[in-house]
C-alpha cells in the first residue's frame, strides 16, 4: 500500500515537473544592423530600466554602448574608452577598420572580449561589463570595466583566529581568486571560470594545483557541475547536496570555509575548491570528518598546545550530543551509577517536576533552540539581548515553576557551550543530541551505544570523491596520523608532503607526479 502511493505521488511530481531549460532565443546571433539589434535587445529583456544604451558616431561610423546601470565604472569608461573612440580619425572609415583598430591598435581594457550571440551580450553586461556594437559588424566588444559595489575585505565571521590572516572571502568573485592567487604564486595554481544555474548564471570558479590534482577527481566535479539541475544558483549551499557520496547522511563530505589562507593548504593537498559569485563562503572538495577540529591558529602554535586544544575539540564534540542523553539514561535506568550525594540532589529536583525526565531534556533543548535561532534572526543589538535575557529568564522561570529540574539547566548550559566549539558540526551535533536524548530515555546506556555505533557506520559510509571521510583514520595510517589527533612540529610534517589522494582506502588514482604539495593543514 505505501510502496502504491509513493509510486503514484513520485508520477504525479514528475509529470508536473518542469525541467529549467535555456532560452532558445538567447542563441540568436547578432544580425550586423545596429538598429536592429538594439530593437531585438530590448525586446529580450522586456525593455528593463536598468539598461543603458547611449549612441554615437566614430569617424562616421554609428556604435552604440551597452551596459546596466550600476555594474561599470563611469570615470573608467570615460577617461579609456569614450575619450580614445571620440577623437579617432580613421583615414577609410569603415567598420572593420574600426573593429581592427581597437583589436590591435589600442588597448580600451584588460579584459576585451569578442562575442556573436545575444546570450553572450547578456552575460557580459549582468557581469559588469561594457558592450561596444559597432553598425555592420554582427559581432561586438564586451570591455571589462566592472565598477559595481561590494563588501570591503573583513575578518570572516564564522573561522576567527588568534594569530594569521585576518581577510576573507567577499562576494565579488574577482576579489576572491585575486586573493587566493596573492598567496598562491605557483604557475600550477589555475582559476577556472564556469557557470551553474540555468537563468541565474552564476560565475564559479574551480582552484585546484594542475601539479597535484587528480585528473579523475577533476573530470568527476566538472561532470557533477554540469549535471546540476538549477534555475537559480544564490549561494555555495545550493551546489553542496550535489557533491556529497551519502546526500541522506547526517554529515558531510563536502567543507565550507571563509578563509583564503585555508583554501590555499587544501589546494596544496590536491583537492578542488570552488568559489561561487555573490557568497563569501567557499567549498572545498574532498574533505575529511577530523578536518572540522583544525583551524590555523593549530599550525601557528606549539604543537604541545595545538594537541591539547584539539583533544578538547574532541571531548567537546562528544559532550554535546552524549551529556543529555546520558544524563537521561543514568537517571532514568541506572541511578545507582550516580554518586550517593549527587544522587540525591538529582532525586530532590526531580521529585517535584511533573513531567518525564525524557520529556523534559526535549523541552529545555527545545526552548534552548529557539532562543538561539531568535537571537540569530533578529538586529544584531537586539538579538544579543534576545538571547541573553530570555535565557536568564526562561531558566530562572522553568525552575522556580518546576517545570524542569536544576541539574537539567546545567547540563543544558554545558552542552550549548561544548557546542560551540566545533561550529562547523553544528548541524549535526543539533540533531545527534535530541536522537541521544530518546534512545537513553528509551533503552538506558545500551540505547546510546547503540546509537554511537549507528552513527559511526554512518561517518564511515560517506565517500567523497573516492576518499574516505574517516581516513587516515580509518583506514588506518599511522604516519599521516601526525596531523589528525595530534599536531607535531613543522620539523616532522615538513619531512613529507601529503596529498589527499594518496591516503589509504582512495578509489582515486592520483597524478603520477614527482613532486608532490604541501603539507597538510
Given amino acids: 500500500m505505501f510502496r502504491w502511493l509513493k509510486n503514484v505521488l513520485r508520477r504525479d511530481i514528475r509529470s508536473s515537473y518542469q525541467a529549467p531549460a535555456a532560452d532558445p532565443r538567447l542563441s540568436e546571433r547578432l544580425s550586423g544592423v545596429l538598429l536592429d539589434d538594439l530593437v531585438r535587445l530590448r525586446e529580450l529583456c522586456s525593455n528593463t530600466s536598468d539598461l543603458l544604451v547611449r549612441q554615437i558616431t566614430i569617424s562616421g561610423i554609428p556604435v552604440a554602448f551597452v551596459m546596466c546601470e550600476g555594474m561599470f565604472n563611469l570615470q573608467t569608461l570615460t577617461e579609456i574608452v569614450i575619450e580614445p573612440l571620440t577623437a579617432l580619425q580613421l583615414k577609410e572609415p569603415t567598420p572593420q577598420k574600426l573593429m581592427e583598430w581597437m583589436d590591435q591598435k589600442t588597448l580600451l581594457a584588460g579584459d576585451q572580449k569578442e562575442f556573436l550571440t545575444f546570450g553572450e551580450l547578456f552575460a557580459f553586461i549582468m557581469s559588469g561589463f561594457v558592450v561596444l556594437l559597432v553598425d555592420g559588424m554582427s559581432k561586438g566588444t564586451a570591455l571589462g570595466i566592472q565598477g559595481f559595489s561590494f563588501r570591503s575585505i573583513s575578518e570572516p565571521s564564522s573561522e576567527t583566529n588568534v594569530r594569521g590572516s585576518r581577510e576573507g572571502f567577499v562576494e565579488a568573485l574577482r576579489i576572491n581568486m585575486t586573493m587566493i592567487r596573492r598567496r598562491l604564486k605557483t604557475p600550477h595554481l589555475k582559476l577556472e571560470l564556469l557557470q551553474v544555474g540555468v537563468k541565474s548564471r552564476t560565475d564559479l570558479c574551480l582552484v585546484y594545483r594542475t601539479d597535484l590534482v587528480s585528473d579523475q577527481l577533476l ?303
Fill in 219 to 521: 573530470e568527476q566535479v566538472r561532470y557533477r557541475i554540469s549535471q546540476i539541475p538549477l534555475d537559480n544558483v544564490m549561494e555555495s549551499g545550493y551546489l553542496q547536496p550535489f557533491f556529497d557520496s551519502r546526500p541522506f547522511s547526517i554529515f558531510t563530505g563536502v567543507g565550507t570555509t571563509e578563509r583564503p589562507d585555508t583554501m590555499c593548504a587544501k589546494v596544496s593537498e590536491g583537492r578542488i575548491g570552488i568559489l561561487v559569485d555573490g557568497t563569501p563562503f567557499a567549498l572545498i572538495l574532498p574533505f575529511l570528518f577530523h578536518e572540522n577540529f583544525q583551524s590555523m591558529d593549530d599550525y601557528a602554535n606549539r604543537p604541545y598546545y595545538a594537541t591539547f586544544i584539539r583533544w578538547l575539540k574532541y571531548f567537546s564534540f562528544f559532550m554535546t550530543i552524549l551529556l543529555p542523553g546520558l544524563y537521561v539514561a543514568i537517571a532514568t535506568f541506572h541511578p545507582e551509577l550516580f554518586p550517593d550525594a549527587l544522587l540525591f540532589n538529582v532525586a530532590t529536583s526531580e521529585e517535584g517536576t511533573p513531567f518525564p525526565l525524557v520529556f523534559e531534556a526535549l523541552l529545555i533543548h527545545l526552548i534552548y533552540e529557539i532562543m538561539r535561532e531568535a537571537g540569530l534572526r533578529l538586529p544584531r543589538p537586539v538579538g544579543h539581548a534576545v538571547s541573553i535575557v530570555g535565557a536568564l529568564v526562561i531558566g530562572d522561570a522553568a525552575v522556580t515553576a518546576g517545570l524542569i529540574g536544576t541539574p537539567m539547566v546545567m547540563v543544558v548550559a554545558l552542552t550549548a557551550i561544548s557546542s560551540f566549539v566545533v561550529p562547523s558540526l553544528y548541524e549535526p551535533v543539533t540533531v545527534l543530541r535530541f536522537v541521544f536524548i530518546l534512545l537513553g530515555g528509551w533503552f538506558g546506556l545500551f540505547g546510546l551505544t547503540l546509537g554511537l555505533a549507528i552513527a559511526g557506520v554512518n561517518l564511515c559510509a560517506i565517500n567523497p570523491m573516492g576518499i574516505p571521510a574517516t581516513t587516515p583514520a580509518s583506514p588506518l595510517s599511522l604516519y599521516s596520523m601526525r596531523d589528525t589527533l595530534f599536531r607535531w612540529s613543522w620539523r616532522q610534517l615538513g619531512e613529507e608532503n601529503l596529498v589527499v589522494t594518496d591516503l589509504p582506502g582512495s578509489e582515486i588514482d592520483p597524478r603520477e607526479e614527482d613532486n608532490h604539495g604541501s603539507t597538510t593543514n
